[in-house]
């Protein structure tokens, strides 16, 4: 079930106005429920695969809570760090499995196969196919974060199984994030219960929510897919085209990720605040940030810090030399690119930010004198303008790995971005030629000034869009409310028959 689609206008409403209603007690059984058919729209079989991750991370955590400190009495404490370490290895090895075998099986035959061809010995053939699971990667870090967070002992085993299994499928963020923290939601879910309805009603509440989702809605219907058009145009014969339009391309496919997976972030953060239950920020502005790691910082917020807390903080961090720590740094990003696809261009998307960070890290000393001596007013709006233009447009270049189809697809758009050069492009009316004719394209110049306003809000005043409203006059809240309405309702994209976009991240 798509946030944009029909299906998910009937749903929501219902599961909140039956949330609102119900007895305190069966409120988390009645959103487990909602959860799991939420989920089943896609493919009801695959529930069986998210069922069998929650039980398994749920026993695990069962069995840590047994190996507590507490049992030192009746083993002794070489053997229970052992059995700890081997419980959480077990969890590890099973979700990761499931997620291997479904998510990279292809990748791993391919390039086996790939080997086999160059040595002259016969391929092997695919045994069986079947469709990736939605939102398999969101769902198994989630669970599996879980199991970290008992073994450290940060948090208390979950005994209630349906609850802890709520926290595994909670339908706003389930396939797609924020990949929630067991200290966070888990907590949440626990003290479902003890809120009477009017504690649970609140008015200012629900409008915040509503007016999240509005946002998160915008941005995906009116800019994402808008500009998805132009940027599928471009990739799809990237070859046609010299540098002014596959650069455009590239900028805009920045624009579209963006969009996309924010809005989903957002709607499924405006959709928990309804329920009143307070999702975790996933995006921070990252397009004004003033370099890659402050990128990082800003970007899939809830990705990157699951990565630093259950990877590179294990692996040494920057506890130790410098040579180590940029080791971590890198296998970190590379990881992380494979994380997002089974695909060697997503593995070179994720190498090239952990280049830009250690390249960053071992000029910073020389940068730094630099600055110094030439009398740079770094704290200067000019200075960290060029900081976060320079920025965007190494990630836009980064981009260019993740969008195309292929390593080598990839390599051939840059090759031609760099030795196609047509300013002319700029000012023949070209650029009205990629998808989007001048009609399109103002009104996907007026919706980013949208964006760009509400963005500028956020990163001077650390308010989001309906904490800023809330802070308004009426009549200019009531206004913005219509003008976003408006937007989506006159220049949402919604595909032939209404057919709902899918969300960039669901493949992932």
């Not at 944009?4 to 599961?15: A, E, G, Q, T, Y």
Request: contains cysteine; charged residues 15%.
């Amino acid at each position: 079930m798509l946030f944009n689609s029909l299906h998910f206008l009937i749903f929501f409403p219902v599961v909140t106005l039956v949330y609102f209603i119900i007895p305190k007690k069966l409120r988390y059984l009645w959103l487990l429920a909602a959860s799991y058919y939420f989920y089943m729209c896609w493919n009801a079989k695959y529930v069986l695969l998210i069922a069998f991750s929650t039980a398994v991370t749920w026993f695990s955590g069962f069995l840590l809570g047994k190996c507590s400190l507490e049992a030192s009495g009746k083993l002794s404490v070489q053997k229970l760090i052992l059995a700890r370490k081997l419980i959480v290895a077990v969890s590890f090895f099973v979700n990761l499995s499931i997620l291997a075998f479904f998510k990279y099986f292809d990748f791993i035959l391919g390039n086996l196969n790939w080997i086999l061809h160059r040595s002259g010995l016969p391929i092997l053939e695919k045994p069986f196919d079947f469709v990736l699971p939605v939102g398999i990667s969101f769902y198994t870090f989630q669970a599996l974060s879980y199991t970290v967070d008992v073994y450290r002992m940060e948090i208390e085993p979950e005994r209630n199984i349906l609850k802890y299994a709520l926290f595994v499928s909670f339908f706003p963020q389930l396939v797609a994030g924020p990949i929630e923290r067991s200290k966070n939601l888990l907590m949440q879910i626990q003290r479902m219960g003890e809120l009477d309805v009017r504690q649970l009603f609140n008015y200012e509440r629900i409008a915040g929510g509503l007016q999240i989702m509005l946002w998160g809605f915008f941005q995906k219907l009116v800019i994402a897919d808008r500009i998805a058009i132009l940027v599928n145009t471009v990739f799809d014969s990237w070859y046609f085209y010299g540098t002014i339009e596959l650069a455009t391309a590239a900028a805009a496919f920045s624009i579209q990720i963006y969009c996309d997976f924010a809005s989903y972030s957002t709607i499924a953060v405006g959709a928990a605040k309804v329920l009143g239950v307070t999702l975790m920020e996933n995006f921070n502005t990252p397009y004004f940030a003033c370099s890659i790691q402050d990128f990082w910082r800003r970007w899939h917020i809830s990705l990157s810090t699951w990565f630093k807390d259950y990877l590179y903080i294990p692996l040494g961090g920057n506890r130790c030399g410098r040579l180590r720590q940029h080791f971590n740094i890198m296998l970190t990003f590379l990881v992380s690119g494979l994380w997002h696809g089974a695909s060697w261009h997503y593995v070179v998307w994720g190498g090239m930010h952990g280049v830009f960070q250690v390249v960053g890290a071992q000029t910073r000393a020389v940068r730094d004198r630099f600055y110094a001596r030439t009398n740079t007013k770094t704290n200067s709006f000019s200075f960290r303008f060029g900081q976060a233009a320079a920025t965007s447009v190494l990630a836009a270049f980064a981009w260019i790995f993740f969008r195309a189809d292929s390593f080598t697809q990839a390599c051939g758009y840059v090759k031609r971005l760099f030795t196609k050069p047509n300013l002319w492009a700029l000012s023949d009316g070209t650029l009205y030629q990629l998808g989007l004719d001048q009609t399109e394209m103002n009104i996907l110049l007026s919706a980013l000034m949208i964006l760009l306003f509400f963005s500028i809000v956020k990163y001077k005043r650390k308010e989001d869009p309906d904490a800023f409203l809330a802070n308004q006059c009426t009549w200019f809240r009531w206004m913005t409310v219509a003008v976003l309405f408006s937007f989506i309702f006159l220049f949402g994209i919604y595909g032939p028959g209404y057919d709902a976009a899918q969300f960039i991240y669901f493949q992932f």
